[in-house]
């Protein structure tokens, strides 16, 4: 269980013998010979699971035994969660295929800090306080009210400054929100905190010893409430000029509503892993936006959930301190992305597609926007999916009323579009 809620979740049988043992309705022992030890197990998920489950589930199944006797099963499923979770003086686990595997110290660190138990922007780091006095910190103090004592002391009351060795540092968050250049002063910590815009030509991007850029990339750093405010701007700018496509010399003009523009670059400067060696990178292309983070989604949030699981900080610090400025970024109401979805939607565009690219070397979250207008059909297809899951062609026939080869040519444009992705389905039988 302490696996399963360390990993992706799963669902135990008790009652079941194992496969290698019996097969079949021979398998199905049922509870009745040991109850003592399913109350037993009931009491030590709230005692020896250390923080404890929730959202386990506990559900008896009635079945025809062995013996041809009724009885019961019982499955308890175990959610992913959120936290990382260990066994009272027996460790911290993790699930593999068909076992389970005791977790090292490092895998631990680095689970804790994938799910946001523990956050990069509150390790104290080796920054002079005087580097931070800057004009930002100044409004920033004055519009808290916050307007004596010592630098130190005033970021230690407000959890922006930490004692080491007997002396207060300031914590990373503090250089970010403060520092005139916080990319600079953390190179040392072997991390970045800029962002920079890719402006290409075309619908995709060319690799190369000349790549498809129209420009050169623009960097832009600074406190953090500064970077998003400059990259909005620069961005909405690029958008504004619009583009010229080569082969036919008409000018493409981005439809992208604003409030979804600066929400996904807030979103990706508050929320991203600051332990990573890579800015964020924004790319603009004939046909759509893309806004990379660096960092996966941190709790239990996945891109299928992520309009609907409510806000989680992976750094409250900075997105509680960033609320606090005189002309505040975000107001750290949970709603962002439901707005995003909301105002695609109203704007007849596609919703944003969330993505995690978990093989790079620097895993990311990427959202894309399409700058296309979205089918009539699309809203039937989204809802379909939401309910049953994967769509197959037979599937699309009867909701759109089109025969094979035209929901054919939807589904291949879809997936070229980056709105679906292919996947192969095998068919199998499997018993009991």
Not at 223 to 245: C, S
């Amino acid at each position: 269980m302490c696996a399963f809620a360390n990993t992706n979740g799963g669902t135990l049988a008790l009652g079941v013998e194992d496969t290698g043992k019996a097969t079949g309705t021979d398998r199905l022992h049922g509870l009745a010979e040991n109850p003592e030890a399913v109350d037993e197990l009931r009491r030590k998920t709230l005692t020896h699971l250390l923080p404890t489950v929730e959202g386990l589930r506990w559900r008896r199944v009635a079945c025809l035994l062995r013996d041809d006797t009724a009885g019961h099963v019982l499955l308890v499923t175990v959610p992913q969660s959120p936290k990382v979770h260990s066994i009272l003086d027996d460790g911290t686990w993790t699930r593999l295929d068909a076992s389970n595997r005791e977790m090292s110290a490092a895998e631990i660190t680095e689970l804790s800090y994938r799910r946001g138990v523990i956050s990069a922007e509150s390790e104290p780091v080796a920054v002079p306080f005087e580097l931070l006095e800057t004009d930002v910190w100044r409004r920033f103090a004055a519009n808290r009210g916050f307007l004596t004592g010592e630098l130190s002391d005033r970021l230690f009351r407000i959890g922006l400054a930490k004692p080491v060795a007997g002396e207060r540092q300031p914590v990373r968050a503090a250089v970010l929100l403060f520092a005139d250049e916080p990319g600079g002063l953390l190179a040392a910590q072997q991390t970045r905190a800029d962002v920079r815009v890719f402006h290409y030509r075309g619908s995709r991007i060319e690799p190369g010893a000349v790549p498809n850029l129209i420009k050169a990339p623009k960097t832009i750093s600074g406190p953090l409430a500064m970077q998003i405010a400059q990259a909005g701007a620069y961005v909405l700018d690029e958008l504004a000029a619009g583009l010229t496509l080569a082969a036919s010399g008409f000018r493409t003009m981005h439809r992208y509503p604003e409030r979804v523009i600066k929400e996904a670059i807030t979103n990706a400067v508050i929320h991203r892993d600051y332990r990573l060696n890579r800015d964020i990178h924004i790319r603009i292309l004939d046909n759509r936006i893309e806004i990379e983070s660096p960092g996966l989604f941190p709790g239990t949030i996945t891109p299928a959930n992520v309009n609907r699981a409510g806000s989680f900080a992976r750094n409250p610090l900075i997105a509680r301190n960033l609320r606090e400025f005189p002309e505040p970024p975000n107001v750290d109401a949970g709603e962002g992305v439901r707005m995003m979805f909301a105002e695609m939607r109203a704007a007849n565009l596609y919703p944003p597609f969330y993505s995690e690219n978990r093989d790079a070397a620097q895993p990311a979250v990427v959202v894309s926007l399409l700058n296309e207008e979205r089918p009539p059909v699309w809203e039937q297809v989204s809802d379909w999916m939401e309910r049953n899951g994967a769509l197959a062609n037979s599937d699309l026939c009867r909701i759109a009323a089109v025969d094979t080869l035209k929901a054919s040519k939807m589904l291949k444009r879809w997936v070229e579009q980056g709105v679906l992705t292919h996947i192969l389905i095998h068919n199998f039988r499997t018993s009991l």
